[in-house]
């Protein structure tokens, strides 16, 4: 497990500073109506910018070994939904981590 907390913590520092980019340009966008649509594709952008050139992975330290393409898309996907993206993935792995955990009485 601390080997995908290592592995994900670039991923989720990406994810950060995509959630700080994002409260910074807010107000530049004011209340056009299109503004959630433009801070979305500027987010998707910017998350796969970071994927595929920082060469950040999240489907590799799962122990998928599939095409290189896929791994940075998702993980581009992943970074431009900021903290919540990578928490989920967190949140599932302690899930299954505590599921395969022995009960106690259990021999």
Partial sequence: MDALV???GPVFA???????LLEMLDPLFGKLK?????LSL???AVGLTLAFGANLKILVPLGWNGNVFWDGLIT???ISGGTEGINSIMKFLGYKKDKEK???GDA
């Avoid at 990406?14 to 700080?20: S, T, W």
């Fill in 14 to 20: 990406a994810g950060l500073a995509i959630q700080q």
């Fill in 42 to 44: 500027v987010s998707l």
């Fill in 76 to 78: 581009g996907l992943v």
């Fill in 34 to 38: 299109s503004k959630k649509a433009i």
């Fill in 102 to 104: 022995p009960k106690e």
């Fill in 6 to 8: 290592k592995a994900f």
